[in-house]
């Protein structure tokens, strides 16, 4: 059987979740596998990093080199061509910097390449079957990936369950010398922290969340109105911000913001993964839109499908009877 | 600068409900509508930005099919000065890597200094600017939400990262860019633009015209092939609140009571 790698990020000396979740996709593939962690960094993060992943790896491959303090996947991937032996199969969390890394490493490793992997049902002959989403996670795909000439599948975050962690006392294995003189055409300069906004919605416990459904800027009201009614905070997804609607701090999303709210109302929200990533702590879901087939629906508590621009402001109409009616009775 | 963008014509999904054909080897394509990549649409608007800036042309370059020319004359009512439809038979069943293939070959022909695609299609796979980099040797970036040019042979770029935070670097030209959506925002095209680019002729190519060999694109060359498509696994689902409106906001107040939203 092929080799298994998993490439793991890391920050501040831990290993991000994703490194036992690539356990569990190297698994998918091949039940006995013991799958190799291969870190790059520098200094003691890194050395502190590739000590805890002892307990869930069997063997760590660790690449040290001053270039590669900060993660720059120009610099990471030239490193990791030299390093990989031929044929490997490289898992990669498939996030901003998986994104950045894959696509070329593959190119250079002369290996497939295969992009947001979600489920892996196995090997038939020299192809794995892979699960993938289109068209926004409205429909699935099977996927026939031609491992032969080795491969680098990235992972979706989250949609691999940690296996039951067994502890393994792996071993620290130092590749550094083979990844070679490492030349940056793209050079890291900063990293500007994003702005935080009028209001922390990462800390509102109510939220009215706008999508795409919102249809224009000037409907932006309909959702402000309702969150004054209810006493919540206002957030949307991306195609808001995109669109000038609202401002970035608004964002929930793995590129924006991560909320924790009690109860959250996603108001003509698709519901795409990037987007629902952004939402921890399980709150109550209400989805309305006006496609019932929205996958939204499938993860929400409670659905309504609805006009929003009819629905939003019928919705704050009533709440405001009721508080009328209530402020008459304890007057 | 010259540039050069990569573009594709998808079914808009926020235009469309997507459904499965019987036989699901295929989503129902008839009657959907189709647009350019949205994110295709900030990196056509990102170059003729940086045209206007730095002067020199635009090129908009779709693999495809004839119907496909509709988005290449809808860039140049944007303002793109030229662009040219790949179209091949043999190009059919190219995965990600093919496309990056033929798209390379394309790119020997001209003198770009810039290439921009968009960060993803309808597909989700993010894949092709990274590996047309990768073939051409060029430096890459992804999710880029801004560009500066800081002199003849250098960007400052910013790539969007976790939680909204930029990551900021200088990149040499040549490179790849793959660009995010909200960098800027895409001017308008009405009717009127494009009827009055409607004449203006846009060259076809095909593998010959490129030097691509059989064998090196299309369905036999790919590592990686759709088999199926299948609709998602359905969730526990959400309890669907049905009756009339009324019913259904009040039904909806007292869940939202019950559960901390009303404050």
Known sequence: ?331 | MEILVCVKRVPDTSENEIELNSAGSDVKRDGLVYSINEPDNYAVEEALQIAARSGGKTTVVTVGGDEDEEILRRAMAMGAHQAALIVDEAFGGSDGAGIATILKAFVQKGNYDLILTGVQAEDGGAQVGGMLAALLDYPFASLVNSIEIIDGGKLKISREIEGGHKEISEIDLPCVLSIQTGINEPRYVGMRGIRQVASIPIPTLGASELGLSAGTTGGAAAKVKRMDYFMPPLGKGAEMLQGSREEIIDKLIELLQANGGLR
Not at chain 1, 225 to 242: F, H, I, K, N, Y
Request: with cysteine.
């Open chain 1, 1 to 331: 059987m092929t080799r298994i790698f998993a490439y793991i990020t890391h920050k501040g000396g831990a290993a991000d979740d994703s490194a036992a979740q690539l356990v569990a996709a190297a698994r998918k593939i091949d039940p006995t596998a013991s799958p190799t962690a291969i870190l790059t960094g520098w200094g003691s993060d890194l050395d502190a990093a590739c000590d805890a992943l002892r307990a869930s790896y069997r063997e760590i491959w660790k690449i040290a080199h001053e270039a590669l303090a900060y993660s720059s996947a120009e610099l990471v991937r030239q490193a990791l061509v030299r390093v990989l032996p031929p044929g490997s199969i490289l898992l990669v969390p498939h996030d901003h910097f998986g994104i950045d890394l894959s696509p070329g490493l593959s190119v250079k490793m002369k290996a497939a390449f295969v992009s947001d992997v979600l489920g892996i049902e196995g090997v038939e002959g020299a192809c794995l079957k892979l699960v993938r989403q289109e068209f926004g996670g409205q429909v699935n795909t099977h996927v026939r990936c031609d491992i032969s000439c080795g491969a680098v599948l990235n992972i979706r975050p989250g949609a691999f369950k940690p296996p039951e962690s067994v502890p393994v006392g792996g071993l620290v294995v130092d590749k550094s010398s083979e990844a070679g003189a490492l030349t940056a055409r793209r050079r890291y300069l900063e990293t500007v922290v994003a702005e935080a906004g009028d209001v922390d919605i990462s800390k509102e416990p109510v939220l009215v969340s706008i999508g795409r459904g919102i249809q224009e800027k000037e409907n932006v009201a309909l959702a402000q109105e309702l969150a004054e009614a209810m006493g919540a905070a206002v957030c949307c997804s991306r195609p808001v911000v995109d669109a000038k609607w609202m401002e970035r701090p608004r964002q929930v999303g793995t590129s924006g913001r991560t909320v924790k709210p009690k109860v959250y109302l996603a108001c003509g929200i698709s519901g795409a993964f990037q987007h629902l990533a952004g939402i921890r702590g399980s709150p109550f879901l209400v989805a309305i839109n006006k496609n019932p087939k929205a996958p939204i629906f499938q993860v929400a508590d409670v659905g309504i499908v609805a006009d929003l621009l009819e629905f939003l402001p019928q919705l704050t109409n009533k709440i405001h009877e009721m508080q009328c009616a209530s402020g008459k009775k304890s007057a």
